[in-house]
């Protein structure tokens, strides 16, 4: 597991890092990467999903049982439905629209004659015209029904038919009447609601609230005289959005159906839209296929079916689970079961790349089918003139595995003979700096220099050194106040060096300073700052004065003062025993407790708290005893 971890934190450290913090691994970076990798056995599985190694350990046997979240919705077609639709009154009615019962007409005359006269049909269908009698216009749309009316009409109305002095009629739908539909089954409102008039099954559905996940989206039933008039299969409208089902519209009093769910699979795995999908009689997994939106890229030629026996054929509820392989061949004629449970296999991944770190311009991931040179010039900086300057080129080291998948083979190439090594898939190439090459390495003075800033890193250069190069502090710090930060590398992983800045305690002028190194002069101080067990902690005035008037002047020790455990932590950041000590302006002491176990027993805080006990008791006492009386 620890050899898993380790390839684990190998790649992840270059997914995680930019392209120009690569080119900053240094040459120790790259020998403590080889040492590692050198050290380590890597365990690569052969499968993509073999992650876990078998356990051949038969005493126990755990059956894992894959939950889907139902946050993400996995049961495919139902969040159609899940979403608020705005009708208005003032839309224009669909070329389509079919008038019927209960509809507002408004006939409109202009020309010779110029009048507007509204109609409500009747549960029969028609109109009741003056001078003519009932005329029937259901099942037209307005435009037939304006043709229709023109013809009718033009017996008592001449000028219809007159082109000379003649009149125009045109036929529209006045105030909207919301239809009553009832709905039955697995629908989120059952019962009676109302529905805009210019409403299908779908928009009459998500206006009732959606389907329950319970219910089919496949066969879907509009009962009108108690006759089923259409079966809807949402599904080919999902798919490809094939619209059969806006054709029939409905009329008050239609009944919709929700039949629950005969069968319904799960899909899973290398499949663009796993989830629940429901299939009707002789549909085949392909099919179902499609409505997911097919297999991915990556998907294998195989898929798992595990499925449940049926109660009727089931001989044992041990034995009532069933799985097989199917290829993909036999997608297209594969009849699924209810339950069933398809997983689709993903491709297998196979390693078949090689890693470059160190001095290039673009480390990272390459065939490993490829030359030693072929791969460092396309890594970059090989064929740049100056940047091959900063590149080593005598010393480029490949690690590569041996049979026991240890790093234990070193390879060491220069560029003018890497065209005679051939790569193999794993290798690890190490290119190192030529640290001869633009040195760029500074340290930095700031505060009370005066002349702060970064200065070029020598070796040899100590803090002394610095301070002379930064022209001395000015009057406003002094030596006592210099502080320093260096640089302090760890190995977190075995790919991973991490970097940090922390202070030296207590650096001397011939401390040598390190690359990146800080050196900064404080601002004297003319304060010392109290902290700890004292009765006024905080600055006291005062340079070159005991710790005893110090403490004096912050009030006293409090009890319990372990003055053995004081200290003075100076202006440089150094930390010295308080004992027989002077404290300076930028000082800081810290007075401590004395641990419990230290602490002498108070008799006195003992008795009176004990008293105070004891009289809380007898007035408890006194007065339960006055309510019984």
Excluded: C
Aim: without cysteine; proline residues 4%.
């Amino acid at each position: 597991m620890k050899n898993i971890v380790l390839i684990f934190l190998f790649t992840a450290l270059f997914g995680q890092i930019s392209q120009s913090d690569l080119n900053k691994i240094s040459n120790e970076q790259l020998d403590l990467i080889r040492k590692e990798l050198s050290t380590a056995k890597v365990n690569i599985p052969v499968g993509g999903n073999n992650v876990n190694q078998i356990d051949t350990n038969t005493d126990a046997i755990t059956m894992k049982t894959k939950i889907v979240s139902s946050v993400s919705s996995p049961y495919y077609g139902y969040n159609y439905f899940k979403r608020d639709l705005n009708f208005y009154d003032n839309i224009p009615a669909p070329n389509d629209y079919m008038l019927g019962p209960g509809d507002q007409i408004v006939i409109s005359f202009w020309g010779e004659r110029n009048s507007r006269e509204t109609f409500i049909i009747d549960k029969e269908g028609q109109i009741f015209y003056p001078d003519i009698g009932f005329i029937n216009i259901s099942n037209k749309t307005l435009k037939d029904a304006e043709k229709f009316l023109n013809e009718e009409l033009s017996t008592i109305i001449s000028t219809l038919e007159d082109s000379k002095n003649s009149t125009n009629i045109k036929v529209s739908l006045g105030e909207l009447k919301s239809i009553n539909v009832f709905f039955t089954g697995q629908i989120s409102q059952p019962g009676l609601n109302l529905i805009h008039p210019f409403s299908d099954v779908f928009t009459a559905i998500v206006q009732a609230g959606g389907v329950n996940i319970n219910g089919s989206l496949r066969n879907v039933e509009i009962i009108r005289s108690n006759s089923v008039v259409e079966i809807v299969d949402f599904y080919s409208f999902f798919l490809s959005g094939k619209n059969n089902f806006s054709k029939l519209r409905l009329l008050d009093g239609d009944i919709i159906h929700i039949p629950t769910v005969q069968n319904r699979v799960q899909l899973s795995g290398s499949i663009t839209n796993g989830g629940l999908f429901e299939f009707v009689k002789g549909e085949f997994l392909e099919d179902l296929i499609n409505y997911a939106g097919g297999l991915k890229v990556n998907a294998s030629t195989s898929a798992i079916i595990n499925s449940i026996e049926s109660i009727d054929d089931r001989i044992s509820d041990d034995n009532a689970i069933n799985s097989e392989v199917i290829s993909f061949n036999e997608f297209p004629s594969f009849l699924l079961s209810n339950g069933d449970n398809i997983e689709f296999l993903p491709i297998s991944s196979v390693d078949k790349m090689v890693e470059v770190l160190g001095r290039v311009k673009r480390p990272g991931s390459y065939p490993g089918n490829a030359s030693l040179k072929e791969t460092l010039i396309l890594s970059g900086g090989f064929e740049d003139p100056e940047f091959l300057k900063s590149i080593n080129q005598d010393q480029i080291i490949i690690l590569r595995k041996d049979e026991n998948q240890f790093y234990s083979i070193e390879i060491l190439s220069s560029f003018e003979s890497s065209s005679n090594i051939d790569l193999i898939p794993g290798d690890k190439v190490f290119v190192y700096e030529n640290i001869f090459f633009d040195n760029n390495y500074f340290f930095t003075l700031s505060g009370e220099f005066n002349k702060p800033g970064s200065y070029p890193f020598k070796k040899g250069i100590t803090l002394k050194d610095a301070i002379v190069l930064g022209g001395g502090v000015t009057e406003m710090s002094s030596i006592e106040n210099i502080i320093l930060f260096e640089e302090f590398s760890r190995l977190t992983s075995p790919t991973n060096l991490n970097s940090f800045a922390s202070q030296v305690s207590n650096p001397t002028m011939d401390f040598l300073i390190n690359p990146n190194s800080k050196v900064i002069a404080l601002p004297m101080e003319n304060t010392i700052l109290v902290q700890g067990n004292v009765y006024n902690p905080g600055l006291v005035s005062g340079d070159g004065i005991s710790i005893r008037d110090v403490v004096e002047l912050s009030g006293g020790y409090k009890k319990y003062t372990s003055k053995k455990r004081m200290y003075i932590r100076r202006a440089n950041g150094t930390t010295e025993k308080a004992r027989w000590k002077k404290l300076y302006a930028g000082d800081t002491l810290i007075v401590e407790k004395k641990p419990l176990k230290e602490r002498d027993f108070d008799v006195t805080a003992f008795v009176a708290d004990l008293s105070q006990t004891l009289a809380n008791i007898a007035a408890i006492l006194i007065l339960v005893d006055t309510q019984n009386d």
